[in-house]
């Protein structure tokens, strides 16, 4: 037997929540939300660690204090949500050789400058040459970064900070302030404040049966007349139409199989786009070793391999007495470590530590690395398109196939990557949605006349 609904949202992120909110307020109350995991908030996800609250997902909100207003600040200024600024641009102050020694501030300056510079001038020249042969001509024009210094900084520039280089709309809208959520409730409250406001709820727990948990959609089949949905577990749900909210790491993996297949100009943009792997790996301490005063949040590490331990962060902002450590991997970096053990990524760590504070320090007593990567309900961390990219391929993402409609931070125009992204994203594609109804009750009558 098949449950019925008009419209079924695959994915309990913040684009599913929002998505499914825009729709029961616009009078679709029967919507169904099938989630893969026993929990809702999908890349946003708090665990404890080392008795405090850490975010192995979205950790800040980024795009504040600008003319507009970032709408997730708003959503945790009415949550009341316990929030520390952060200050990235410490970081390039803080820069450790491999003998514990910091790069003075004039050397570390300077190579920021030419690095920052030399980004501009390259993404002046992609943008003069046609979009197909630029990344071609992007490596053979540039002069790759070799010292450990620049690495480290060609690491923080582009896999940080990126705004000094591209105008990127987050900042350019909303403010270039960023604050770290410090909050025991974690990130995900947001999203439960959310489902609260159109899900049956009590004691911060969802009775709705509108949402299902552990539900892993397999196969999304359409006809003219409608969408049947089909789960590991041998379920098989029916609706007019579906909105899938996975990540595009799930979209080019196999999970998911659609009946027709989906047309080749949708499956080829989705391969087109890439992934970001960006892993955080948490370090609990006996006590605290490393400098906290003001400006020392961040730290960094050169090495002669880019992206090795290279961005760290201590938690005594968030968290004063936590002694928590976090280190972020990327890319490569993080999928190396995902696929070897927690001890043996510990042993790493602590290696690059004792260059940079000396061989006295204490061992970490446990260790946090988040598997976004190999997470087959994720296969990665964010959308991370092409820098000089065409808008079509965004469009193609996002474009419904049919019944079929498309939500989540990879098809949010101006914020993909972010959480506002994939909030802004989930009211918009339902408003599409809610706009096709509309359009086709409109047309039923006609149709019928015509039959
Ligand atoms: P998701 O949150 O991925 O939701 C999709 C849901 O679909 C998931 O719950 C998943 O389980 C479910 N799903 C997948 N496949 C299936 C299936 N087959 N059947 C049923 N359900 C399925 N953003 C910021 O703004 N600030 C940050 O500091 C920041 N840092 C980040 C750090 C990391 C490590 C990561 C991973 C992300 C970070 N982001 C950050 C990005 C931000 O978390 C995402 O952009 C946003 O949460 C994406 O929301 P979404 O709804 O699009 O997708």
Avoid at 48 to 58: H, I, M, R, S
Wanted: hydrophobic share 40%; with cysteine.
């Amino acid at each position: 037997m098949s449950t019925t609904a008009s419209v079924i949202i695959i994915g309990a992120g913040i684009s599913g929540i929002s998505a499914a909110k825009v729709l029961v307020e616009n009078g679709v109350e029967d919507v169904l939300i099938l989630e893969a995991t026993d929990r809702i908030g999908g890349r946003i996800q708090k665990q404890n660690f080392g008795d405090v609250p850490v975010e192995l997902g979205a950790g800040w909100i980024a795009g504040v204090g600008g003319k507009e207003s970032n709408p997730v600040w708003e959503l945790a200024s009415r949550s009341n949500l316990r929030t520390c600024f952060s200050d990235y641009t410490n970081a390039r102050f803080n820069i450790y050789d491999r003998s514990g020694e910091i790069f003075p501030t004039g050397i570390a300056a300077d190579s920021y400058t030419k690095a920052v510079d030399s980004a501009i001038s390259k993404l002046k020249s992609l943008e003069a040459l046609d979009y197909e042969c630029a990344g071609q001509l992007a490596e053979e024009a540039s002069s790759p970064p070799k010292t450990p210094i620049e690495l480290a900084i060609d690491f923080i520039l582009h896999d940080f900070e990126m705004a000094e280089v591209e105008p990127i709309s987050t900042y350019v809208d909303f403010g270039e302030r960023e604050f770290l959520v410090a909050d025991e409730r974690g990130y995900e409250c947001l999203l439960y404040k959310m489902a609260e406001e159109f899900l049956f709820t009590s004691h911060g727990n969802i009775l709705d049966n509108r949402l299902k948990l552990n539900q892993v959609v397999r196969e999304v089949q359409q006809s003219r007349n409608g969408v049947v949905v089909k789960t590991e577990d041998g379920s098989v749900y029916e609706a007019n139409y579906v909105i899938v909210s996975a990540s595009i790491g799930v979209l080019q993996s196999n999970l998911l199989s659609f009946q027709p297949p989906l047309p080749r100009w949708k499956t080829e943009a989705i391969q087109k786009c890439d992934v970001m792997v960006y892993t955080k790996i948490f370090l609990k301490f006996p006590h605290c070793f490393w400098p906290c005063g003001p400006g020392q949040e961040f730290f960094i590490y050169a090495h002669e391999l880019r992206g090795y331990f290279t961005f760290w962060q201590h938690m005594e902002n968030a968290y004063p007495g936590s002694n928590i450590l976090v280190v972020t991997l990327t890319n490569e970096q993080s999928k190396r470590v995902e696929a070897q053990s927690d001890q043996e990524t510990l042993k790493e760590a602590m290696s690059v530590l004792r260059d940079m504070f000396g061989s006295t320090i204490p061992y970490a007593t446990d260790i946090l690395v988040p598997r976004w990567w190999n997470n087959r309900f994720q296969r990665g961390s964010y959308s991370n398109y092409p820098m000089i990219s065409d808008n079509k391929l965004l469009q193609n993402i996002k474009a419904p196939v049919g019944r079929i409609f498309f939500t989540g931070e990879h098809t949010s125009e101006k914020f993909s990557g972010y959480v506002h992204g994939g909030y802004l994203a989930g009211m918009e594609t339902s408003k599409s949605l809610l706009e096709e109804m509309k359009q086709s009750l409109l047309l039923q009558p006609l149709l019928a006349f015509t039959e």
